[in-house]
T-cell receptor, first 112, second 114 residues
Framework: SQQGEEDPQALSIQEGENATMNCSYK?????LQWYRQNSGRGLVHLIL?????REKHSGRLRVTLDTSKKSSSLLITASRAADTASYFC????????????FGQGTILTVHP | GAVVSQHPSRVICKSGTSVKIECRSL??????MFWYRQFPKQSLMLMAT?????????EQGVEKDKFLINHASLTLSTLTVTSAHPEDSSFYIC??????????FGSGTRLTVV
């Protein structure tokens, strides 16, 4: 079963707009990661946020984590058509690099 | 950065035959590799965790005799789908874990069984 639930399942926006995706999880975590997957390809790591962090930035990406609500959000600012992809959150792993559990994912489409 | 090479990227096979998928860590040693299955527009579902030199650990509901995993070296893990049937058609992705690079994913294999 999937640890993470993501919403929305699909998001369609225009270039230049911001895209926000949310992820909820059920058990306690050490960290939470966000990945991107282009259609028919593997996953690319975007950002990792630790359980003692509340917000993290990387370029146009902003991730927040609320451990009290067991939720995280990924914000992509000033979106581009090249941002079109599926985005997944993942929990698990830890210091021993064990298995990850992925959320259901959000399919983002950015229209030029 | 770390690179995981997965081959083949696409394969079409006849029902009843076996297919082998390779996953190689190119510039690092991966003591642990993971195999996932993904259906269209769905998330990744972990099939098994593969540790070098030991038997793979399969997730509940995954048939170990159907999905044979071999991790004979620190840079190579293989997944063999035995006696493939159309319902095995899917996208298979491997991932390698390393303390220096975290999790690195292969580019996936699209398996179509006809």
């Amino acid at each position: 079963s999937q640890q993470g639930e993501e919403d929305p399942q699909a998001l369609s926006i225009q270039e230049g707009e911001n895209a926000t995706m949310n992820c909820s999880y059920k058990t306690s975590i050490n960290n939470l990661q966000w990945y991107r997957q282009n259609s028919g390809r593997g996953l690319v790591h975007l950002i990792l946020i630790r359980s003692n962090e509340r917000e993290k930035h990387s370029g146009r990406l902003r991730v927040t984590l609320d451990t009290s609500k067991k939720s995280s959000s990924l914000l992509i600012t000033a979106s581009r058509a090249a941002d079109t992809a599926s985005y997944f959150c993942a929990t698990g792993g830890g210091t021993s690099y064990g298995k990850l559990t992925f959320g259901q994912g959000t399919i983002l489409t950015v229209h030029p | 950065g770390a690179v995981v090479s997965q081959h083949p990227s696409r394969v079409i096979c006849k029902s009843g035959t076996s297919v082998k998928i390779e996953c190689r860590s190119l510039d690092f040693q991966a003591t642990t590799m993971f195999w996932y299955r993904q259906f269209p527009k769905q998330s990744l579902m972990l099939m098994a965790t593969s540790n070098e030199g030991s038997k793979a650990t399969y997730e509940q509901g995954v048939e170990k005799d159907k999905f044979l995993i071999n991790h004979a070296s620190l840079t190579l893990s293989t997944l063999t789908v035995t006696s493939a049937h159309p319902e095995d058609s899917s996208f298979y992705i491997c991932s390698a874990a390393d303390r220096a690079y975290g999790y690195t994913f292969g580019s996936g294999t699209r398996l179509t069984v006809v």
